[in-house]
């Protein structure tokens, strides 16, 4: 009988007293670890050597050591399975055993070089659900692209730079190539060292400067526009305010949020355009029925309202949260999970 409960680490599938965390938020004592992605809200401070062993891609691995997570090695497990989740480079949700899917943070839509997530058939479905509600829809990412493209060619050819704003990790990486027609390309010099490490996994980021050497070598005062992808951030942050105000630049933010006019005043951007890395709400609904699971978990951002539209739909879903404290038991049997481990 397996038992997914949320506790004080997060997310937790216990099989006869032996636990699976999934992108804990701090370090368990021991068992088994998985770890979808190298966001740092899906990474945990390891603080000591205590045996833990850590299922990931030896990209997510890679990128979480060079954000100063420090893990040892990754561990296969027999019966798992990772799929990639289309999320960013490296992210991989868990099949177990043909049983359990955990789907960590995932997209089924392909953008520039990402593609799309692999979702299997599975019993027991836990799902993310950033955007589990059917407000937020997401126009299909080309026709963002071109809203984009457009905004930048009218700034071009009034001598306006436009700054391109999204997550460091991830997002600034799809603008860097979808947008790298347009010259001069200057990165953020965050945004640069993530691009470094997609490239060393073969997606090629080249033909920008980093934003240090064009303000050194004066690039950016010359009366030619520019196009600078920065991390996104509120318009009140020392960065973006200093750009934007000595050099008359407008910005463009991408995100799923973008969906509801507030944020973008809440940020105090010029621009807002729905890009995402994550499923929208409709995108949910085609992984859980890809998926067909007996049994559902909603977590992350509207968890319950995503649970409850679900069962409204035929589905038996629950949202994982921790004011409940609930355990939730299931039918499901595992075979493999920590018993033929360990050869
Ligand atoms: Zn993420
Ligand atoms: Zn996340």
Redesign the pocket.
């Known amino acids: 009988m397996l038992d997914v409960c949320v506790d004080n680490y997060g997310i937790t599938v216990d099989n006869k007293g032996k636990k699976l965390y999934l992108d804990p938020n701090r370090q368990p004592n021991s068992d088994l670890i998985f770890i979808?992605?190298a966001?740092t809200?899906?990474l945990y401070k390891c603080v000591k050597e205590n045996g833990n062993r850590i299922i990931t891609s030896k990209i997510t691995h890679k990128i979480a050591m060079h954000r100063g997570y420090k893990y040892g090695e990754t561990f296969e497990e027999h019966g798992f399975e990772l799929l990639n989740s289309g999320?960013?480079l490296g992210?991989n949700g868990l099949l177990i055993e043909d049983q359990l899917y955990y789907t960590?943070?995932i997209s089924i839509r392909k953008r520039a070089f990402m593609d799309a997530a692999v979702v299997p058939k599975a019993k027991i479905l836990i799902i993310e659900s950033t955007f589990g509600h059917p407000d937020y829809f997401f126009p299909n990412f080309e026709s963002t692209i071109h809203k984009a493209n457009l905004i930048i060619s009218e700034m071009y050819h009034r001598g306006i730079p436009v700054i391109l704003l999204g997550y460091t990790l991830?997002k600034a990486q799809i603008l860097t190539n979808v947008f790298r027609h347009w010259k001069p390309l200057i990165v953020h010099d965050s945004i640069d060292e993530m691009n470094k490490l997609y490239s060393e996994f073969g997606v090629s980021m080249d033909n920008y400067v980093t934003f240090s050497d064009a303000e050194r070598s004066d690039m950016l005062s010359s009366h030619q526009p520019w196009l600078l992808i920065a991390p996104i951030s509120s318009c009140k942050n020392g960065f973006l305010k200093y750009i934007k105000k000595k050099y008359g630049a407008i910005s463009i933010g991408f995100s799923g949020w973008a969906v509801k006019p507030y944020y973008k005043y809440a940020l105090g951007l010029d621009h807002c355009l729905p890009l995402s890395?994550?499923c929208d709400y409709n995108d949910l609904i085609s992984v859980v029925k890809k998926c067909n699971p007996e049994k559902i978990y909603t977590f992350h951002g509207f968890a319950e309202s995503f649970a409850e539209n679900l069962n409204l739909l035929g589905f038996d879903a629950d949202p994982l949260i921790r004011k409940s404290g609930k355990r939730n038991k299931t039918m499901v049997k595992l075979d493999t999970f920590f018993i033929k481990s360990n050869p």
């Open positions: 979808s992605h966001h809200d899906h999320h960013i992210s960590g943070d991830g890395d994550h």
